[in-house]
């Protein structure tokens, strides 16, 4: 079967595992494999443009520069957003910690450090920053799919502000239950996962940012799940901020990325302090640079950059309808195979609408690391535990599951090949007669 990212672009993919199977790679939901535009790109900047960036004005700082900025435009064309909109992270946990961390500052009084201008320009920004500000009385939103990376420093935030934490539930397939009553007005941020890490399905996305946006409140988007992909358009959704890391689409690790719409980035103050995210220093003050480069201090990644602009032109030119196409026929199949094996059960929706293809089961009689080990046996690649999202499985009822996720590589081969060894596992320890 022929795929939209053809087998050939990934080295990785090509190897044999020790048993003497030919490996599958069934966890691009933890990280996905680079393929070789992307490590080439890398290779490149590393030994023939390796140069500190914003930081000269000989050659290869010029070159790094424009290589760093390119990449900027490349992802930020990927999402459809505006480039000044893209700040360049760790990964998206640093990118959703960046945004509790300064709606904390802001709380307490040091947003105003980051104003220059007239007087209008300083009533505007403050205007934005009591939108960022966090009192008791108000409240975040969050829900129970959340991976831990969007759960955790909002926990800390509202300890720390005195704000209460809220959040929606799940129904019986795990989606989310956008109930009356949770956002109300004194909610300041809704907080949510584009697609479940655990269970695949697809958020209500207009739903909840048009119950956001009547509230006043602010909307943060975990888009990790869904940039790689389906097609995601970042404005048309509406949302106020977005995390999205570069090794789960195609890229490198230690690179993320972090939207913001402008007016929100303008009104925010710096997150850590340093090198090139400042306009002018003196020993008694200091003024920020604009956004984006106001959030990137310190030397930058330049090489992971690169590489995650490079994979963004890499899903583009394959195309992320094609991509999405593919993956849900994958998906499609390993629904329908999984519920028909005895003692398996799907966490999660049954059928592939409004889902991707991330597929945790839990196989009866079995810890999934064990499923996991009987999997990689037989050359197949899965994730197992509790994927950073615990709540969700204790909704289940579990306290782990295995779980595989596609990628725009995988074929209908692959997935019937996973099928006959999951088929298998339970008989493997005895449990039942093939």
Known sequence: MSTPAPIEDFPALQRTLPGGEPLIYFDSGATSQKPRAVMDAVTHQEMHA???????????????????????????????????????????????????????????GRGVSVLRGGRKKKERIEAVQERLTLREGDNVVITVAEHHANLIPWQELCIRTGAELRWFDLTDEGRIDVVDGVIDENTKVVAFTHVSNVTGAISPVEQIVARAKAAGALTVLDACQSVPHIPVDLHELGVDFAAFSGHKMLGPTGIGALYGRAELFGAMPPFLFGGSMVEIVRMDKTTFANPPARFEAGTQPVAQVVGMGAAAEYLMEIGMDAVARHEDELTARALEGIQQIPGVRVLGPADTEDRLGVISFDVEGVHPHDVGQVLDAA????????????????????????????????????????????????????????
Not at 53 to 71: C, D, N, Y
Not at 403 to 427: H, I, Q
């Open 50 to 108: 390796n140069g500190a960036v914003k930081r000269g004005s000989h050659t290869l700082a010029a070159e790094s520069t424009m290589a760093f900025e390119q990449a900027r435009e490349s992802v930020a064309r990927l999402v459809g957003v505006q480039p000044e909109e893209i700040v360049w992270t760790k990964n998206s946990t640093e990118a959703l910690n960046l945004i509790t961390y300064v709606i904390d500052d802001i709380s307490r």
């Open 379 to 434: 050359g197949i690649a899965i994730r197992v535990g509790h994927h950073c999202a615990q709540p969700i499985h204790q909704h289940f009822g579990v306290h782990a599951s295995s779980r595989a996720s596609f990628g725009p590589y995988n074929t209908l081969e692959e997935v019937d090949r996973f099928l006959d060894a999951l088929a298998g596992v339970r008989s493997y320890f005895g449990l039942e007669k093939e």
